[in-house]
């Protein structure tokens, strides 16, 4: 899942698109809410960025950091993490290969309301404009394509 992090995923993970049949008891496997930020990349940026897995069995390879929030929703977590980029490039350690461990993060700053209904309703908001912007976003490359492929 690492790799497809940069790739495949969003601040939400609501689907796992590539599987494996491995023994599942032999790794490491998510909750839903887990918050999976990568912690290797040749640049800061690459680093700076959270997704909120809502599955949970997944298998989590490693080079991943997992913040499993007991008492806040993980994809508020995932949104305000990516919300405060800034902070996180602040944490990145190394020159060619960057590196960000858990212990990096946890000291951060970020204001987390307490009020758990609260954090669901600003995640679920946060979450449908994420969902209207790619709508939108295929709706305009497919347009895009089907002018080339006419001109």
């Known amino acids: 899942m690492y790799g497809n992090l940069y790739t495949d995923y969003g601040m939400v993970i609501n689907e796992v ?60 977590l995932s949104y305000l993490i990516n919300n405060n980029k800034n902070e996180l490039i602040k944490r990145v350690k190394g020159t060619t290969v960057r590196h960000l461990n858990n212990s990096d993060i946890k000291d951060m700053d970020l204001y987390i309301s307490s009020n758990l209904n609260e954090q669901v309703k600003i995640a679920d908001f946060l979450s449908n404009l994420d969902n209207l912007i790619t709508l939108h976003q295929r709706k305009l490359n497919f347009n895009y394509l089907t002018l080339l492929m006419h001109a």
């Open 17 to 76: 698109l590539r599987a494996t049949n491995c023994n599942k008891m032999d790794y490491f496997l998510s909750e839903v809410g887990d918050v999976l930020i990568p912690s290797s990349d040749t640049t800061p940026t690459g680093l700076a960025r959270a997704s909120s897995l809502n599955l949970e069995g997944i298998i989590l390879g490693g080079d991943i950091n997992v913040l499993r929030p007991k008492t806040v929703n993980g994809t508020f």
